[in-house]
């Protein structure tokens, strides 16, 4: 069940983002007036592939996956979401519709604004208009990246890499809890659910992680980063 809550008020939030930063008093204070709040649990949806798109969402807390579902029903996840990070913005000024599906995979807290008050912002603040497309840029970059590095490297190489990014780039440490199942790696990384277990087994083998159930411990990350660099 969709829970909605206030949970901040957008000037002390200590969640803001960087690009938050450069709007005024007056415009904090349009956007803490308008904003909805809303708390996922872990699983919901948030939007869906073909909903029209009406709101900017800013994920305050929780972490999110972004996916589209194939015509055989599997899905296939683009990206996934952390705390500070603008979902959807690859598609929120060039189409009507979200052209991917939105899940939280944490417990999350989703902030929507109408979009016509951000595209307001756009036209009458130059330096949060070029901040706003900077982050364009490098989500465009990012979600580019993570399929050259996925797309390049065999199997032992594309689980190194969604390990990595766990560790190094989501919770900044080496002992965590994976949010995602098996089988949702394997929808990350395009590979079979039987062929992600069958590697990690192998990683935990070889002594690089330490797993319970799904708790994992990277016991070797030099090792893990050069099955990374080598594909």
């Known amino acids: 069940m969709e829970l909605s809550r206030k949970v901040s008020n957008c000037k002390e939030c200590i969640y803001r983002s960087w690009a938050f930063k450069n709007l005024s008093a007056e415009e904090l204070k349009i956007i803490n007036d308008k904003k909805n709040e809303r708390f996922y649990r872990k699983g919901e949806k948030i939007c869906l592939e073909g909903e029209k798109i009406n709101s900017f969402m800013y994920l305050q807390n929780g972490l999110v996956k972004l996916y589209k579902t194939e015509i055989n029903s599997r899905e296939h996840i683009i990206s996934i979401a952390k705390p500070k990070d603008f979902i959807g913005l690859l598609s929120i000024f060039s189409n009507t519709k979200h052209i991917y599906s939105t899940s939280a995979i ?115 990350i030099k090792r893990l980063e050069k099955i990374y660099e080598l594909g």
């Open 106 to 220: 944490e417990d999350s807290i989703v902030c929507f604004v109408d979009l016509e008050i951000i595209k307001n912002f756009i036209k009458t603040n130059g330096i949060f208009a070029l901040d706003f497309f900077e982050k364009i840029s490098a989500v465009s970059d990012s979600v580019l990246k993570t399929r050259i590095d996925i797309n390049t490297r065999q199997l032992r190489g594309r689980i190194a890499y969604i390990l990595l990014l766990f560790a190094k780039h989501i919770y900044n440490s080496e002992k965590f809890s994976l949010p995602v199942s098996r089988k949702e790696v394997a929808e990350l990384i395009d590979m079979s659910t039987e062929n992600v277990i069958r590697v990690l087994s192998e990683f935990r083998k070889d002594e690089l992680i330490q797993i319970e159930g799904k708790s994992i411990e990277i016991m070797d």
